[in-house]
């Protein structure tokens, strides 16, 4: 039988003196992301082929025999054109039939704060979380018309909201009210004590151990939150977006549950956590408090207190340095067992709902 021809990343492998097994071969992963780089076109990029087919499908769902082939494509990237509304999904596969699916991970909205699917991740398992089931954001007060009317689209039918009530009279969800909408689920705390502790901070370790130690009392103070949000992903009341001011602590702190549950691997989650500040840069949050603007659930007080504060700590509070979630979740893994043990100790979850989630969630 004619062996397999291997990929370019198999082959420099071996030529750099590491040879590899058939074995190995056939388990370099086909990965790929897409973002979009104007209006209705999205590039899309992926390793592990030389070569590679892409269909698509408006459904996150959708088996392979129901998408449309889009396009054949070789090297690294190419651009598409987004050819289904709302929202395209892509399966990307190479010739020796290993696939990935993929979407734009960053929502393409007029006035979002760092709105993101939780899709695509690999689980240990090799399966991926599926798109479109699980979002993440930051506030979404600036949201416009033409927003709303896309996120509806989408489907999603419940928000977990994270914040504190403060934050939620300032910034009020412009899905409260409306016919229609998805439900906005929110249950009041006092955070009180969280923000005296980051306007103590001095150094970068400061900031970076005190912003981990917060993230471990958020899995007391926000209970009920992270309960009622596992409850709705164990009964598949989906699509759901979960939110916070900034979109990364509290939220990244429960997406950081969400897919350590779905059994992603922890560097996974890190990386996950880190691209906040990609998406929103603390230069953006820091230029806003110099300005005395209220910012990431901040009273323009509560701004124009915390631009005092040095800028090496300034830049881990507006930032998502993945050390922060490390220390954070090797916490969990010290007091609790890990995030499984916790989810199931805390929040409500059991093994049964446990494997019911990753039969749901991952495809």
């Known amino acids: 039988m004619k062996p397999k021809p291997i990929d370019r990343r198999a082959f420099l492998a071996s030529v750099g003196g590491l ?25 899309l990029d992926w390793t592990g082929a030389q070569a590679v087919s892409v269909l ?28 289904v509304s709302p929202r395209p999904y892509f399966l990307v596969t190479a010739a020796d039939g290993r696939q ?21 991740y690999r689980a240990a398992d090799g399966r991926q979380v599926k798109w479109g089931k699980i979002y993440r954001s930051g506030v979404m007060s600036g949201l416009t018309m033409n927003d709303i ?6 489907g999603i039918v419940a928000i977990c909201d994270l914040r504190n009530p403060q934050e939620r009279a300032s910034e009020p969800s412009p899905f409260l009210g409306k016919p ?8 009041d705390y006092d955070m ?25 009392g958020f899995l007391d103070l926000l209970v009920p939150h992270y309960t009622d949000m596992f409850a709705r992903l164990v009964a598949n009341q ?11 602590d509290r939220t990244g702190m429960g997406t950081a549950l969400v897919l350590s549950v779905l059994g992603v691997p922890r560097e996974t989650v890190l990386d996950d956590y880190a691209l906040t500040q990609v998406y929103t840069p603390p230069s953006a949050y820091m230029k806003s408090m110099a300005q005395g603007r209220s910012t990431g659930g901040l009273t323009p007080e509560q701004a124009q207190a915390m631009a005092r504060l040095p800028t090496e700590v300034l830049q881990v509070i507006m930032g998502s340095d993945p050390e922060v979630m490390r220390r954070a979740l090797a916490a969990v893994d010290v007091k609790f067992g890990g995030p499984v043990a916790l989810a199931k100790a805390r929040f409500g979850l059991t093994d049964e709902k446990i494997a019911k989630m990753r039969a749901t969630y991952l495809i």
Do not use: W
């Not at 009317?149 to 989408?154: R, S, W």
């Not at 103590?200 to 900031?207: L, N, S, V, Y």
């Open 180 to 187: 229609g909408a998805p439900k906005v689920v929110a249950t």
């Open 19 to 43: 040879a590899l097994s058939p074995a190995a071969v056939a388990a370099v992963l086909l990965d790929a992301k897409a973002a979009r780089t104007a209006s209705g076109t999205i590039r």
């Open 100 to 120: 990935t699916r993929v979407a734009e991970r960053l929502l393409p909205l007029e006035g979002g704060r760092n709105f993101r699917d939780i899709g695509g």
């Open 192 to 216: 009180s004590a969280s923000m005296a502790a980051f306007m103590a901070m001095k150094t970068r370790e400061d900031a970076v151990q005190g912003f981990a130690d917060a993230y471990v």
């Open 149 to 154: 009317a896309y996120l509806q689209k989408l």
């Open 238 to 248: 989906g699509p759901l977006a979960m939110n916070c001011s900034a979109g990364k």
């Open 56 to 83: 698509v499908s408006d459904n996150p769902d959708a088996p392979k025999r129901a998408m449309r082939p889009l396009a054949k494509a070789s090297g690294a990237s190419v651009d598409l054109a987004a050819p």
